[in-house]
T-cell receptor
Framework: DVKVTQSSRYLVKRTGEKVFLECVQD?????MFWYRQDPGLGLRLIYF???????EKGDIPEGYSVSREKKERFSLILESASTNQTSMYLC????????????FGPGTRLTVT | EDQVTQSPEALRLQEGESSSLNCSYT??????LFWYRQDPGKGPEFLFT???AGEEKEKERLKATLTKKESFLHITAPKPEASATYLC????????????FGSGTRLLVRP
């Protein structure tokens, strides 16, 4: 079974803090994704990585950055957290041959106060 | 504008009561439509891929169909375990990895 794990299920941070969300997959997948999920808006892609150190911006990259130093690990960084970044953050992975069959982690519910 | 709209937003069924969820899309040149299931507190789980109008896929009590403008997820005689949010997504035009997601249908099946 593919397993995608995320470092925290729940996180509460203060405005202005630097926040790190980590994602690890154990299936040697090349592709990794970070999404945020908000009620009524669906899942929106923040960043995508197709290989170590390679990344592409998604639809809503503003206020976020990412790091992929190892194939199995993909980190999302909020440089200076703001209240409008309160959301559910989901990490996913997939293989290049089936980029849309994505395996998701359980999510991190981040609250910024 | 490329868009995916799912209806209804929420659906309550009695156990055994069959129904359908709708996913309508407006994208130029559909190259793939995907259904996911999301249980509360969990990430989405991939269910089906559909590529062309007329295509159908089945898995247990679920059947997904595709026309030129919409897809249906038919749920036959559901059990309470089918309760979840069902997400529809389409491949974004011009991208080899981006999906455009709908906001989902929350399904509750009562025993």
């Amino acid at each position: 079974d593919v397993k995608v794990t995320q470092s925290s299920r729940y996180l509460v941070k203060r405005t202005g803090e630097k926040v790190f969300l980590e994602c690890v997959q154990d299936m040697d997948h090349e592709n990794m994704f970070w999404y945020r999920q908000d009620p009524g808006l669906g899942l929106r892609l923040i960043y995508f990585s197709y290989d170590v150190k390679m990344k592409e911006k998604g639809d809503i990259p503003e206020g976020y950055s990412v790091s992929r130093e190892k194939k199995e690990r993909f980190s999302l960084i909020l440089e200076s957290a703001s209240t409008n970044q309160t959301s559910m953050y989901l990490c996913a992975s997939s293989i290049p041959g089936s980029p849309y069959e994505q395996y998701f982690g359980p999510g991190t519910r981040l609250t910024v106060t | 504008e490329d868009q995916v709209t799912q209806s209804p937003e929420a659906l309550r069924l009695q156990e055994g009561e069959s129904s359908s969820l709708n996913c309508s899309y407006t994208v130029s040149g559909l190259r793939g439509l995907f259904w996911y299931r999301q249980d509360p507190g969990k990430g989405p789980e991939f269910l089906f891929t559909l590529y062309s109008a007329g295509e159908e896929k089945e898995k247990e009590r679920l059947k997904a169909t595709l026309t030129k403008k919409e897809s249906f997820l038919h749920i036959t005689a559901p059990k309470p375990e089918a309760s979840a949010t069902y997400l529809c997504a389409v491949q974004a035009p011009g991208s080899s990895y981006k999906l455009i997601f709908g906001s989902g249908t929350r399904l509750l099946v009562r025993p």
